[in-house]
């Protein structure tokens, strides 16, 4: 499968830098958290870019709604060929993300978005009444300051496995 992927879309088809779908000890760990808690319904992520994690929470929920500032046509080629048909897309202006969020039912998310400012903490706030939350890009280095600063602040049940933090409400 993973030779047929590189064939047709390239390297980039599974790992372009930004997704997990690789074969070293951070995709073992997204897989992990992941997976923590059983089977999902609908799981949400913030930050598409080329859909390549989608697919993977797309085999493990029923179904997955992935949200982008920016639009990417590569998605769709690329879920196709994976025939993942339980992922919705969408594209939004940043605040339209977070009304998006209030009228929608989900029991898991991963943050992947911007991962500077006020982001990485709205888009807890977005999707924190889900109970289980995954952040993506925490470094103990602190590249992204922002990420770490709402990690630290948070009350619960933290797993901190880097790049990885998974958050869960009780
Ligand atoms: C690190 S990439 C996401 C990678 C993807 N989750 C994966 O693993 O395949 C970050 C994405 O977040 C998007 N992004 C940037 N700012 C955003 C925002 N405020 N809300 C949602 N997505 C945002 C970017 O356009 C980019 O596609």
Not at 71 to 93: A, E, G, P, Q, T
Not at 113 to 137: W, Y
Request: net charge negative; charged share 30%; glycine share 4%.
């Amino acid at each position: 499968m993973i030779e047929n992927l590189i064939k047709k879309f390239g390297k980039e088809a599974v790992d372009d830098g930004h997704c997990i779908i690789h074969f070293d000890e951070n995709a073992k760990t997204f897989r992990e958290m992941f997976q923590r808690y059983a089977l999902y319904d609908t799981v949400i992520e913030i930050g598409t870019n080329r859909g390549i994690t989608a697919a993977l929470l797309s085999c493990y929920a029923k179904r997955v709604i992935t949200i982008d500032i920016e639009l990417n046509d590569w998605c769709f080629k690329f879920w196709k060929y994976l025939k993942r048909d339980n992922i919705s897309y969408f594209v939004y202006k940043p605040e339209d993300i977070y009304s998006y969020l209030e009228n929608e039912t989900f029991d898991f998310a991963f943050i992947d978005g911007d991962h500077t400012g006020n982001f990485p903490r709205n888009d807890f706030e977005a999707v924190k009444k889900c109970g289980k939350v995954l952040f993506h890009d925490y470094f103990l280095d602190k590249r992204f300051p922002a990420v770490n600063e709402v990690i630290n602040s948070l009350e619960g049940h933290l797993w901190i496995k880097e790049p990885y933090v998974l958050w869960r409400a009780e």
